[in-house]
């Protein structure tokens, strides 16, 4: 696939591609220092709940590069600093957090500076490279899934929001699901919503399908009733960015919408996300906190104003689905059916 990567370490620096600017135009962004990292997944330079993980883990690795000495504490400070770009995706504190308790245990502040350095660096290539393997097995697992429910016929999917290779780096979560099952010559065809106010779908999502040559068409996000009503979809596939200890899933704004119509017409949701999204330590949806962004992303779209003069707009970037509208949550560790508090401790004894 003729995608731009995501993510690029080259030259002792940090390159993100500007999803902002796509599908228009494939513009590199070069990141120096951890501020540089900071802002990128603050500003949705980098986006997706994975990208956002590894670019911080690439962040902390520019910020040790410019130190003299090695600090513990310090190393602390720069982690929460990272961990307020953005509140909701919970890749970004899981991946920031692991990596810094690791380092906790491995080195003090008589070691040598460039060894913690080299450490975190080849941390964060390694997590890119297990998401490749990672996110395979999630698509396996969903295809199965789909077969026994449809046998081997081809299918038509909907998703909502990006989660293929722009958002990961590597093979996607739902959208690659979507990529592996097309494959298997097992998609006839796409519905991807347009998931406003970023529009990710539309400039995305519909990048990475027509790159891949899978056949797609963009609906916008009240079209889903239209959809399950005229049973024009087998099966839903979104993504994560944060999943409760019982199965409430936070993702972007418009998700939750989605898998209430898909409930009541009895169309199959499914949530793919690595285990990295999930944070079991929160009871359920309830205490998930919402980014609330500017709403110029709403007022305006690439600098032009689409609203009144005066308009006022409320920018929620995420939403929660209620587990009991999922039909099913995937991650490497399995599948769970149905999930509820006591059905997801399954995916949490298989992460120890």
């Not at 961990?83 to 504190?93: F, H, I, Q």
């Not at 944060?242 to 119509?261: E, F, H, M, P, Q």
């Not at 104003?305 to 099913?328: K, M, Q, Y």
């Amino acid at each position: 696939m003729s995608v731009a990567a995501p993510i690029v370490w080259k030259n002792q620096k940090l390159e993100l591609l500007d999803q902002r600017l796509l599908p228009q135009q494939e513009v590199m962004v070069v990141c120096e220092t951890l501020e540089g990292a900071h802002d990128a997944i603050r500003d949705m330079i980098v986006r997706g709940a994975p990208c956002i993980g590894f670019t911080a883990l690439y962040g902390l690795s520019l910020w040790l590069k410019a130190q003299s000495k090695f600090s513990i504490e310090d190393l602390k400070k720069a982690a929460t600093f990272l961990k307020g770009a953005r509140p909701t995706a919970v890749n970004l504190m899981y991946e920031v957090d692991r990596v810094v308790k690791l380092v906790e245990k491995k080195f003090t502040s008589a070691d040598d500076i460039k060894k913690v350095f080299e450490f975190v660096l080849a941390d964060a290539h390694l997590q890119m490279e297990l998401s490749q393997s990672k996110n395979t097995k999630m698509a396996e697992l969903a295809l199965k899934d789909l077969t026994e429910l449809y046998g081997d016929r081809p299918l038509t999917l909907m998703t909502h929001c990006n989660t293929g290779f722009l958002a990961c780096g590597t093979l996607g979560t739902a959208l690659g699901v979507i990529s592996y099952a097309h494959s298997k010559k097992r998609v006839q065809m796409v519905y991807a919503d347009e998931t406003r106010p970023y529009m990710q779908g539309s400039r995305l999502t519909a990048y990475e399908l027509g790159k891949e040559g899978i056949p797609y068409q963009l609906v916008v996000e009240g079209a889903a009733s239209y959809l399950f009503s005229h049973h024009k979809v087998d099966a839903i596939f979104v993504g994560a960015d944060r999943i409760a200890a019982n199965g409430d899933t936070a993702n972007k704004v418009g998700t939750s919408t989605l898998a209430i119509v898909a409930h009541h017409y009895k169309v199959p949701f499914y949530v793919v996300a690595p285990l990295s999204s999930f944070d079991f330590s929160t009871p359920s949806g309830k205490e998930i906190e919402i980014e609330l962004r500017h709403e110029s992303e709403i007022l305006s779209y690439q600098g032009k104003s689409v609203a009144p003069a005066g308009a006022r707009a409320l920018n929620p970037s995420f939403d929660v689905t209620d587990s009991r509208f999922i039909s099913g949550i995937i991650c490497e560790n399995g599948l769970v059916k149905n999930p509820n508090l006591e059905s997801m401790k399954v995916l949490q004894r298989g992460s120890h």
